[in-house]
């Protein structure tokens, strides 16, 4: 038996320029992954983090920078090497045919793959994405290309609905109740969704985040209400 | 039973057997001899709780030391061809948070009869003590000395398990600062382990734990870097196994504490080598890569059923290697167990 899940290095064949802090980098890789997946990228020398796979083939993460690492990934261009360890943890997983998608700041990266998954099995397929900001927006060009209905949101009204995405969730599960609702950010707002989709009857699929060791489900680190969130998460379901 | 299923034959396979896994390890009940190991989802109450739901028969939390430490940088435990190689470097919370960590969990896993080990490591003798008086207002149901984490020598130097001196005055130190049975963990890389594992048992010891990880070095091959950040980490999981039963044979005649064997154990069949070589608990760490927490129920059931299908119990298994007799045709007789010899030479050979 072998069990190896060491890095392997990819080489970046194309990087993107989302939003004011956010860049896509496509590497020139596939992967065997589901939506909700994470790999740990490493910068040998620096550090090892982990990110969400915005696409399997080829390989894809839409990174925002907020500190040394993500800073160094940003400052990277096509042909440079990252090192990939993973795929890890346990994906969103599809029930029913209406399909509610939330996605906050960066969270938006694995809805996409789950947002084309859906739409490919001919399902109804909504998505709210916010941020703060029109400037931290991401992805909604792409989702709605896609061929999914997107609402979006920001806290100081610059792009689409002024409010939160809790907002729309809302009046949707109160309107035009979906099968289930999935949803990837901020842990405030995954709370907020929660409460919102147990009180409403709705089953639903949380991606959470936490800080991350050995992605293995061995060290502990990433121990989110008795589940890691490496192995058993980061997506947990409820409802 | 030739026509069954591999399922038919799983659904019937132990509920009817019963044997008595419960083990007694220095007046503390186990009621099975597989106790989770340090460093291993040892850092929440939750996550040791669910644990020992999984089937564990003790809970080993993760080792604490006299102040918080964010330990080292990733990548710093990753999975390899025939193990993990880790360099966690020792995170945690500090022995004052640790206590109400301890205290939270012991109330969780004593209404499942599963007892609590509590874990220290400090970079000096008097550090040791005083983290072990601080951890004893949790009342853990025992006390592990780590003297032999391999991922912390450029800060700490070289580990205490290393000499006999340096093992020994942790243990007495310890011993002389708390009243609950102690367990010393020690390390495989040393000249001269019997020796080490004597000195321990002199200073106190009531248990040895054997063993902690084996210094290892994996390289990318395309960056010609070292993969963990910390350059060097722990061997452990199935490459381990041979070291640890190699060091468990070796304590195991050279003194008489209960030794809890720790060292690549995945399976019930690795359980029962790691008892015949002498272990009175088995140790895992590792096996819960892949099959998660419920390894310790699936071990624990497979135990159960290899013992009933030879009618064996866990004190019929426990020091076979030692005890095995030889052909009296045999050139070279394997060495005849002697009733409380103290020491036996190490076959390693010791460099002064
Ligand atoms: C399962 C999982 C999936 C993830 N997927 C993605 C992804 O697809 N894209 C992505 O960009 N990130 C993702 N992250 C987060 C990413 O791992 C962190 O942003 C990264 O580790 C930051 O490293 P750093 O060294 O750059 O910053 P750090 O030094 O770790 O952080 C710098 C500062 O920024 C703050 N900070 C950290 N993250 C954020 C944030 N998201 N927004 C605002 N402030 C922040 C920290 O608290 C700190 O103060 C994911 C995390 C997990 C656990
Ligand atoms: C990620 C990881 C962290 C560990 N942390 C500790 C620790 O804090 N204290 C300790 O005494 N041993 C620690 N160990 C060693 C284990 O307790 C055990 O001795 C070793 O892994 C061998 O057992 P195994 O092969 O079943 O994993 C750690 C091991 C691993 C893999
Ligand atoms: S990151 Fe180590 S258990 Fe999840």
């Not at chain 1, 907020?66 to 990252?82: E, I, K, N, Q, W």
């Not at chain 2, 010609?224 to 999981?237: K, Q």
């Not at chain 2, 490459?239 to 050279?254: E, S």
Request: aromatic share 4%; hydrophobic share 50%; net charge negative.
């Amino acid at each position: 038996m072998n069990d190896a899940v060491l890095p392997r290095p990819l080489r970046l064949a194309a990087v993107r320029d989302e939003n004011a802090r956010t860049r896509t980098f496509v590497f020139d890789a596939s992967i065997d992954a589901a939506p909700g997946q994470f790999a740990m990228l490493w910068l040998p020398g620096l550090d090892e983090k982990p990110f969400s796979l915005l696409d399997t083939d080829p390989v894809s993460f839409a990174i925002a920078a907020v500190g040394p690492f993500t800073r160094a990934l940003h400052r990277l261009s096509v042909g440079d090497s990252v090192w990939l360890r993973g795929p890890f943890g346990t994906p969103f997983a599809l029930r029913g045919d209406d399909h509610l998608l939330v996605g906050g700041g960066y969270g938006v990266a694995p809805l996409l793959l789950l947002a084309r998954q859906g739409l490919a099995m001919g399902h109804r397929v909504r998505t709210v994405i916010g941020a703060r900001t029109a400037g931290e927006l991401l992805l909604v060009d792409a989702t709605r290309a896609a061929g999914a209905t997107v609402a979006v949101t920001t806290e100081d009204g610059s792009a689409g609905e002024r409010g939160r995405v809790t907002d729309v969730v809302g009046r949707w599960l109160a309107d035009d109740r979906p099968a289930t609702l999935y949803a990837c950010g901020p842990h405030g707002m995954l709370a907020a969704l929660r409460d919102q989709a147990g009180r409403a009857g709705v089953p639903f699929e949380l991606s959470w985040e936490a800080y991350m060791r050995c992605g293995i489900g061995i060290c502990g680190s990433c121990e989110h209400d008795g589940m890691l969130l490496c192995a058993d998460g980061p997506v947990l379901c409820g409802g | 039973m030739a026509e069954m299923t591999h399922e038919a034959r799983d659904a019937d396979r132990n509920d009817d057997l019963t044997v008595d896994l419960t083990v007694d390890l220095c007046g503390v009940r186990l009621p099975n001899p597989l106790v989770l190991a340090s460093g291993i989802l040892g850092t929440h109450a939750s996550l040791m709780h669910r644990v020992a739901i999984a089937g564990a028969g003790a809970i080993t939390a993760k080792s604490c030391g006299p102040a918080p430490r964010g330990g080292h940088v990733n990548p710093s435990c990753v999975a390899w061809d025939n193990g993990l190689l880790n360099a966690i470097g020792l995170a945690n919370p500090g022995a004052v948070d640790e206590v109400a960590l301890l205290v939270a969990t012991k109330a969780l896993l004593a209404p499942l009869g599963v007892p609590l080990i509590a874990s220290i490591f400090a970079d000096d003798v008097d550090g040791f003590a005083r983290v072990a008086a601080t951890i004893a207002a949790a009342e853990p149901d025992l006390l592990e000395v780590n003297i032999s984490c391999p991922n912390v020598a450029s800060e700490f130097g070289e580990p205490f398990a290393a000499s006999c001196a340096s093992a020994s005055a942790v243990t007495a130190a310890v011993r002389a600062a708390v009243d609950m049975p102690i367990i010393v963990k020690l390390a495989p890389n040393v000249a001269d382990l019997a020796r080490i594992a004597q000195a321990v048992v002199d200073a106190g010891a009531d248990a040895i734990c054997a063993i902690n990880t084996m210094p290892g070095l994996l390289v990318d091959a395309e960056s010609g870097r070292p993969v963990l950040a910390n350059r060097t980490g722990g061997i452990s999981g199935a490459a381990l196994k041979p070291v640890a039963l190699y060091a468990v044979d070796l304590i195991a005649r050279a003194v008489r504490v209960p030794i809890i064997g720790t060292g690549g154990v995945r399976s019930a069949v690795d359980v029962v080598e790691m008892l015949s070589a002498g272990a009175a608990a088995v140790g895992i760490g590792s096996a819960v890569y892949g099959a998660g927490p419920d390894v310790f129920g699936l071990v624990a059931r497979d135990l159960v059923r290899w013992l009933a299908e030879r009618n064996l119990t866990l004190a019929d298994v426990r020091g076979r290697t030692q005890r095995a007799p030889s052909w009296p045709e045999a050139a070279t007789p394997a060495p005849v167990p002697q009733a409380d010899h103290a020491l036996v030479a190490n076959p390693q050979p010791v460099l002064r």
